[in-house]
């Protein structure tokens, strides 16, 4: 391909050998149903047992779910979406000054996953950013759309508070104080990813990205929702989490799994593409602080800590693992395994 992206504006007729998985690893797309008791927990419930107990309920049995009455306002989700679009419309040569493959740049325009580790490349081109602290970001994201900076801004800000309030539900959900995740974590980073997913002509031989589990604490996925994507594994079988207006979906990464001692799962998912339509999606990662030790607390692993499932470490330790690796192979938290 002539380009490093696939976000271009023209139509492929076939798919690029480089992005045909074989036969075994195929989406099959006719074998995958609907979700349709996705839990969608009402944030704006006055019960806060209810909604602890909902939030328990979800993650033990999906290990993600959708919230409703957030504190996210519509406009700001709406102009998310919108200058998300806008950006990937840009001619290619104005974005491609912002193209890296370095996972380590804290501000970039890639492609697919890992484009230099991965065998098969995936249907997908991304804007990544760091999004806290605000004032260090922000000035090295893009200023085209003129508009950009302001509304992810106010994108980042109120999503940052969505994140901590269903950390602080999740904490109580596993019997700890409310705060406990909060502090253990620190003063956790804020990753962004827009992920856009041109038309694929052929959708049925590869990805928008493949199986994966999140490698942060906590996401929080805000979905196109005139175009479906987003596939859950749930007992063993994959399902499509269609989006439900005005909702974002929240699922557990690595970290909340080591922390929770194995009780809570980081839940593989996966996006498939679409033949006609382009799909945005904006992923939040809240990830912990540099310095923060992921270690289960006592009341999980019994008193001498003899049951804990996983080697403490550092976020920055999980994170080089996790992109020294391929994204479809055995999860990265088996390699910190006691
Ligand atoms: C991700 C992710 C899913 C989607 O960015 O980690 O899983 O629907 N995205 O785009
Ligand atoms: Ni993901």
Redesign the pocket.
């Known amino acids: 391909m002539d380009t490093k992206v696939i976000s271009t504006g023209i139509r492929y007729s076939n798919l690029p050998e480089s992005y045909v998985r074989p036969e075994s690893e195929r989406p099959r797309l006719s074998e995958v149903s609907t979700c349709e008791n996705v839990p969608v927990i009402d944030l704006g419930c006055q019960d806060r047992t209810q909604i602890v107990r909902q939030i328990c309920d979800a993650c033990k049995d999906y290990g993600f779910f959708q919230v409703i009455n957030h504190g996210v306002s519509r406009e700001v989700t709406e102009q998310m979406l919108q200058v998300a679009f806008d950006f990937f419309r840009l001619p290619v040569e104005e974005k491609l000054k912002l193209y890296s493959d370095d996972p380590s740049k804290t501000m970039r325009l890639s492609t697919s996953f890992n484009v230099n580790k991965e065998k098969v490349h995936n249907w997908?081109d991304?804007l990544r950013l760091h999004c806290y602290p605000l004032d260090k970001y922000l000035p090295e994201w893009p200023s085209n759309p003129p508009s950009f900076k302001g509304i992810v801004r106010n994108y980042c800000i109120q999503v940052r508070q969505l994140g901590y309030r269903v950390e602080e539900f999740i904490a109580e959900s596993l019997g700890l104080e409310k705060d406990y995740i909060t502090k253990v974590l620190g003063e956790q980073g804020q990753h962004m990813?827009v992920?856009y997913?041109p038309p694929c002509p052929e959708p049925e031989l590869t990805y928008?990205?493949p199986g994966?589990t999140?490698p942060n604490a906590l996401?929080i996925?805000l979905?196109d929702l005139q175009v479906p994507?987003?596939q859950v594994l749930k007992d063993a079988k994959w399902v499509a989490v269609n989006p439900h207006p005005n909702a974002f979906v929240i699922n557990i990464g690595d970290q909340l799994q080591a922390l929770s001692n194995g009780r809570y799962k980081s839940v593989w998912?996966?996006?498939v593409v679409n033949a006609y339509k382009p799909?945005m999606?904006v992923?939040s990662?809240l990830v912990p602080s540099d310095d923060a030790v992921i270690s289960p607390p006592k009341a999980l692993t019994g008193y001498d800590g003899s049951g804990a499932l996983y080697k403490d470490f550092t976020y920055p330790e999980y994170y080089a693992k996790f992109w020294s690796r391929n994204l479809d192979q055995e999860h990265c938290l088996e390699l910190f395994k006691n």
């Open positions: 997908r991304y990813a992920n997913y928008g990205l994966h999140d996401t996925l979905q994507g987003l998912h996966r996006a799909r999606s992923a990662f």
